[in-house]
């Protein structure tokens, strides 16, 4: 069972930076994908990005394509999400997921670990 432990939420003014990371431990398969999804008040979970087990292949959704970048760190088990032009709608809770398999899929039933997130405020 692998444990997903995310970081580096906070709250940032409108047009501002943070960096996550979500951060891996235990017994995991060594092909899986990493996604992100967020989840504002409200509103149902939906999908921000993912990477393939390789880092090679990513996945965006529209809302967050050209600001925001993952990217993995195979050595230190660890995959980030940088998110830079950050608007007030990009407010949520941000969830790091893993799926078994390659494939960097944007359908959050086919994550089977999940951390526990990290709250990003975006002020205007």
């Known amino acids: 069972q692998v444990h997903l432990v995310e970081s580096g939420g906070g709250l940032v003014q409108a047009g501002g930076s943070l960096r996550l990371s979500c951060a891996a431990s235990g017994r995991a398969s060594s092909t899986y994908a990493t996604g992100w999804f967020r989840q504002a008040p409200g509103k149902e979970q939906e999908f921000v990005a993912a990477?393939?087990?390789?880092?090679?292949?990513?996945n965006y959704a529209d809302s967050v394509k050209g600001r925001f970048t993952i990217s993995r760190d195979s050595a230190k088990n660890t995959v980030s999400l940088q998110m830079n032009s950050l608007k007030p709608e990009d407010t949520a809770v941000y969830y790091c997921?893993?799926?078994?398999?390659?494939?960097?899929?944007?359908?959050?039933?086919?994550?089977?670990?999940w951390g526990q997130g990290t709250q990003v405020t975006v002020s205007s």
């Open positions: 997921a893993r799926r078994t398999g390659s494939y960097p899929a944007s359908a959050k039933y086919e994550y089977t670990s």
């Open positions: 990477i393939s087990s390789g880092g090679g292949s990513t």
